[in-house]
């Protein structure tokens, strides 16, 4: 299981780190933003059918996949900022192969 923070201080911080870096070179954040959009909307997918199922064990799902994309976007917008855990995108595509498994093979 996949903790979550306690303190949204990295997130601010990353936050910062981002918009500064956004400014200097707004093409190479776009790009980055491009990486992370699939994570964002299988976020988004997973945050709906939890809703709509309100299944404990799809809150945890959620509650854990939502840490790995906060933390994946940390590792590609600061990535002087330590991670709680190794993330990337090749870990977010297992955790999504999992959702598949919980939700009957429907991951895509």
């Known amino acids: 299981m996949i903790s979550t923070r306690n ?4 997130f601010g911080k990353a936050l910062k780190i981002r918009a500064e870096r956004a400014y200097v070179a ?3 954040d776009r790009q980055k933003d491009l990486v992370l959009e699939p994570q964002r909307r299988r976020l988004r997918r997973v945050e709906a059918a939890v809703a709509a199922a309100g299944d404990p064990s799809l809150e945890q799902f959620l ?5 790995m ?12 900022i330590k991670t709680r855990f190794k993330i990337s995108a090749k870990r977010l595509d297992d955790k999504w192969r999992e959702w598949g498994l919980l939700c009957g093979g ?3």
């Not at 303190?7 to 990295?10: N, T």
């Open 26 to 28: 707004a093409a190479k």
């Open 7 to 10: 303190s949204p201080a990295p």
């Open 63 to 67: 509650d854990e996949f939502r840490s």
């Open 69 to 80: 994309v906060g933390e994946f976007k940390i590792s590609l917008f600061a990535p002087e």
């Open 106 to 108: 429907a991951s895509r």
